[in-house]
């Protein structure tokens, strides 16, 4: 590979910038306020395209082997460094729409595989996401990493077999809607099984704080070590699982593959709102968390907030979410429906409404599991802060504290959909209005 002080001298100045705008490549804003909600969508996130001359640069594969720059390495972002040699395309955004994402061949999946990164607004320092398309009869090489991956089904139908380093195989068949994870160092391979259709899925991974915390790629990606405790049981391959009751928004399914998450039993979790309904799963014993949600017809989720990097993908339905930063007046919105991914960031506030005449689900992936929380933000939400009023130091806002600007655009979007408030929401607004005047406050005495 060509480093930076094998280029003529007169390139050089012209390829650092040209690097350094690259790394310092910004997500596009939270958007612009069009009145007093922003809209969010835009189609297609923007594409990233990589100067050719880009790729031929060794920034140093680790921290041992020096840059070949003149300048001073700091304020270094091993991940994105990382990516910008991978020679497929990035693209950026608040949130976009997954199946209309541009893919180039992918060296690193190999075989037929096609990809692009993902980078949302909302991401985090710790994990990414990535699209992958396979051709009809399509497949990749054989992967192995010592970075967790979780990975939704977006379309298409294939299979992954997944090696040990004791020999053992274990292979399931998935397709639309189905969620699995591929265990942490193992060997494992995709394919589309099908001889007409493309198959396109989408995956978060740990790969940003794996390689920020070593930056050294052979430890990432030609490391021995075995986490056997991480392959699980056998069953868990085939779409079984054990169910761990805990509370509500707490329960727990253990397993490694779930083939139909718009046909998995969920755990009703009032709380959240009228109607909601929750899985918290735990994904080959991986410290990346995984959750979905159902919205009930008619109904919406109360708005509550917490640290950034929850990848979400409507599975289900469609609907809208609004979002904005405690004492803003401006509301942001995003329209969303299978194939689209989004993430709110740090600690803002987000409200999920279903204005679908069936029940909407979504499928949450982050880092920091509800088994092993990594980060004290993770800890506490998952504790109690995720359904506990702000009032009392939670992080979710009551019915009665909602601005009235969201139940009135939730009304007016069913109104427009031809759908019906569910009467138990109706209900408890009329409970939550008479809160908010103090009749209760009297009743209890
Ligand atoms: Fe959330």
Known sequence: MQSADDLPIGDRP?????AQARREASCSGVGEADGRVAR???GIGRRILLASTLDQIDYGRGCDRGTGMDEPRF????YLEWVAREGIPVVEDFGLDLLGVETAPWARMGGTARGAYVHVKGRGDFVNAYVCELPPGGQTDPQRHLFEEVVYVLAGRGGTTIEAD????HSFEWGRGSLFALPLNTRYR????????PARFAAVTSLPL???????????FDNPFS???RIGDERFFRGEGEFLPVRPGRHQWLTNFVPDLGGFELQAWGQRG???SNIKFVLADGTMHAHMSELAVGTYKKAHRHGPDFHIFPVTGRGYSLLWYAGEQDLRRIDWQHGWVYAPPDQIFHQHFNTAPSPSRYLAVAFGSIRYPFSSDKRTLFGDGVDKDVAQGGRQIEYEDEDPRVRAMFEAELRRHGIDVDPRLAETWTRAEAKRRGELVAARG
Do not use: P, Q, Y
């Not at 794996?210 to 990432?220: G, M, R, S």
């Open 166 to 169: 004791d020999g053992t195989r």
């Open 40 to 42: 969010l969508n835009r």
């Open 227 to 229: 986490f056997a405790e």
């Open 210 to 220: 794996v390689l920020n915390a070593f930056h050294n790629e052979a430890l990432v």
């Open 14 to 18: 012209k390829v650092i910038e040209r």
């Open 274 to 276: 009228v109607g909601s």
């Open 75 to 78: 304020l270094v972002d091993t």
């Open 190 to 197: 995709h394919f589309n099984t099908s001889g007409r259709e």
